[in-house]
């Protein structure tokens, strides 16, 4: 009993001095709490919509009215003919769209069904179906009052809305979380994974070793990761064709594009594993540090599983900073979309200036010195 209260009383001890692992261990739970709280967020915010209008008269101008006074749905596009809307859908400037069919007024003003279509961004297939059903219910309060000022006659026939999902009409699960899981596994392939293990032969001493060497810091920092980029990139590759061969996700753009965007994430993501483990003193606080600069923004922050735009303003901003976010934007255009670079160019742009400064920040924070 004597012996386990002072091994206790020791490693109490340790933990005391080591004061960094102390406050990130009592902060841990803290920000894990924020984080979660804020992030969970199933509802949707701002809508996006487009509509398209080929003949517009009083009906089809009081129904956008009505979407336009929602506090749900903001007007981005009003076009003349739907061919338009490929675009927008295609380069994320819409979420949904209000489609009339040509003489949407006169059907209604006659008694006849007039029908209008709803088009939703189903790649998060959650979210398009919650948009769908807030248009249909701004749809259905419209209808009411027509009906209501008419003078309740139950026998004309009224709108005819129509339903469609783009990107995922199934709107299958598996096409919002496979593209995800490629982020995901390269995170703990290459931060995870590369930060733990540098600090380890930090601790060990086998670190020294490389005093004596000619190498440069930024030859040091590229020999430690290559491995991690060989092994990332086949996690990679094997995720690809398990989505293709196993869960039947589409891949309706360039594999070739979508292979040169992982070998971008992979560098932002290994030169964090890097940075982490030279900033860290032990491996416990290099494991805490990538879980917390890593996996847990890439779980909560890049989109993979909640929809950022459903988040509070402040964390909005903080998804910018999270390289996955950028990566999943990407995957999915790809996978779901079709999208090439034309549409992808700006997340291309900034997962690039990511692992140029990040791989310059590491290569010059890496010193192994001699304790």
């Given at each position: 009993?004597?012996?386990?209260?002072a091994?206790?009383?020791?490693?109490?001890?340790?933990?005391?001095?080591?004061?960094r692992?102390?406050?990130?261990?009592?902060?841990?739970p803290?920000?894990?709490?924020?984080?979660?709280?804020?992030?969970i967020?199933?509802?949707?915010?701002?809508?996006r919509?487009?509509?398209?209008?080929?003949?517009?008269?009083?009906?089809?101008?009081?129904?956008?009215a009505?979407f336009?006074g929602?506090?749900?749905?903001?007007?981005?596009?009003?076009?003349?003919?739907?061919d338009?809307?490929?675009?927008?859908?295609?380069?994320?400037?819409?979420?949904?769209?209000?489609?009339?069919?040509?003489?949407?007024?006169?059907?209604?003003?006659r008694?006849?069904?007039?029908?209008l279509?709803?088009v939703?961004?189903?790649t998060?297939?959650?979210?398009?179906a919650t948009?769908a059903s807030?248009?249909?219910?701004?749809?259905?309060?419209?209808?009411?009052?027509?009906?209501?000022?008419a003078?309740?006659?139950?026998?004309?026939a009224g709108?005819?809305?129509r339903?469609?999902l783009?990107?995922?009409p199934?709107?299958?699960?598996?096409?919002?979380f496979v593209?995800?899981?490629?982020?995901?596994?390269?995170?703990i392939?290459?931060s995870?994974?590369?930060?733990?293990?540098?600090?380890?032969?930090?601790?060990?001493?086998?670190?020294?070793?490389?005093?004596?060497?000619?190498?440069?810091?930024?030859?040091?920092?590229?020999?430690?990761?290559?491995?991690?980029l060989?092994?990332?990139?086949?996690?990679?590759?094997?995720?690809?064709?398990?989505?293709?061969?196993?869960?039947?996700?589409p891949l309706?753009?360039?594999?070739?594009?979508?292979?040169?965007?992982?070998?971008?994430f992979?560098?932002v993501?290994?030169?964090?594993?890097v940075?982490?483990?030279?900033?860290?003193?032990?491996?416990?606080?290099?494991?805490?540090?990538?879980l917390?600069?890593t996996?847990?923004?890439?779980?909560?922050?890049?989109?993979f599983?909640f929809?950022?735009?459903?988040?509070?303003?402040?964390?909005?901003?903080?998804?910018?900073?999270?390289?996955?976010k950028?990566?999943?934007?990407v995957?999915?255009?790809?996978?779901?979309?079709?999208?090439?670079?034309?549409?992808?160019?700006?997340?291309t742009l900034v997962?690039?200036?990511?692992?140029l400064?990040?791989?310059?920040?590491?290569?010059?924070?890496?010193?192994?010195?001699?304790?």
């Amino acid at each position: 009993m004597r012996a386990l209260r002072a091994l206790v009383w020791k490693e109490s001890l340790h933990v005391l001095r080591d004061r960094r692992t102390l406050g990130v261990l009592l902060l841990l739970p803290v920000f894990q709490v924020l984080i979660f709280g804020y992030a969970i967020r199933t509802d949707v915010g701002t809508v996006r919509l487009a509509v398209v209008d080929p003949a517009p008269d009083a009906a089809t101008r009081a129904l956008a009215a009505r979407f336009a006074g929602s506090p749900t749905f903001t007007p981005v596009a009003t076009l003349p003919v739907p061919d338009g809307l490929d675009r927008l859908f295609r380069r994320g400037a819409a979420d949904a769209a209000l489609v009339f069919a040509p003489g949407f007024g006169e059907r209604l003003g006659r008694g006849e069904p007039a029908d209008l279509l709803v088009v939703t961004d189903a790649t998060e297939p959650n979210t398009g179906a919650t948009v769908a059903s807030y248009a249909l219910a701004v749809v259905q309060g419209f209808e009411r009052e027509r009906a209501a000022a008419a003078g309740g006659g139950g026998g004309a026939a009224g709108l005819v809305p129509r339903v469609r999902l783009r990107f995922n009409p199934t709107a299958e699960s598996k096409n919002l979380f496979v593209p995800g899981l490629v982020a995901f596994v390269l995170t703990i392939v290459s931060s995870l994974m590369t930060a733990i293990t540098l600090a380890r032969e930090k601790e060990v001493g086998t670190m020294e070793t490389l005093l004596v060497s000619p190498l440069r810091p930024g030859q040091i920092v590229a020999g430690k990761v290559a491995p991690y980029l060989l092994i990332g990139f086949a996690g990679a590759v094997g995720v690809i064709a398990l989505a293709q061969l196993v869960f039947d996700v589409p891949l309706r753009g360039s594999l070739v594009l979508l292979l040169g965007e992982v070998l971008l994430f992979l560098l932002v993501s290994l030169a964090l594993g890097v940075l982490i483990s030279a900033r860290a003193k032990s491996q416990r606080v290099a494991m805490t540090g990538a879980l917390l600069g890593t996996m847990l923004p890439t779980l909560m922050l890049s989109g993979f599983i909640f929809p950022v735009e459903s988040m509070p303003r402040p964390l909005q901003w903080l998804s910018h900073a999270v390289p996955a976010k950028w990566f999943i934007a990407v995957a999915r255009g790809v996978l779901l979309k079709g999208v090439g670079l034309d549409h992808l160019w700006q997340e291309t742009l900034v997962l690039a200036a990511m692992a140029l400064a990040l791989l310059a920040l590491a290569a010059r924070s890496f010193r192994p010195r001699l304790e």
